[in-house]
């Protein structure tokens, strides 16, 4: 099991940037998929991006595509989100996620892991 802590959220204007980190713990990080989801006020929960375990295949919501961008550090058992280009319609709680397997499933079902979420706030 993985145990997951998001970080970084915090209030920015429209067309800033934001880093969020997820911190995991245990010794097998690198055996997970990872990925980051959000959730607005009263909408469900929505795939954002997700990577591989070694980092070299990523997906991407198209809502986000060429302004996001996930990367990770197996070393330190960390998963990143660069948020540029901030559009206040990305104000969400941003939530981490892990699977087992390799496969970059972009469905809130296939991650039984999450973390507890970090709150974005982009003001415009």
């Known amino acids: 099991q993985v145990q997951l802590v998001e970080s970084g959220g915090g209030l920015v204007q429209a067309g800033g940037s934001l880093r969020l980190s997820c911190a995991a713990s245990?010794?097998?990080?690198?055996?997970?998929?990872m990925g980051w989801f959000r959730q607005a006020p009263g909408k469900e929960r929505e795939f954002v991006t997700a990577i591989t375990r070694n980092g070299a295949s990523t997906k991407y919501s198209g809502s986000v595509k060429g302004r996001f961008t996930i990367s990770r550090d197996n070393a330190k058992n960390t998963v990143y989100l660069q948020m540029n280009i901030l559009k206040p319609e990305d104000t969400a709680v941003y939530y981490c996620?892990?699977?087992?397997?390799?496969?970059?499933?972009?469905?809130?079902?296939?991650?039984?892991?999450w973390g507890q979420g970090t709150q974005v706030t982009v003001s415009s």
């Open positions: 996620a892990a699977r087992l397997g390799t496969l970059l499933y972009t469905s809130v079902n296939e991650y039984p892991y």
């Open positions: 245990g010794r097998t990080f690198s055996s997970y998929v």
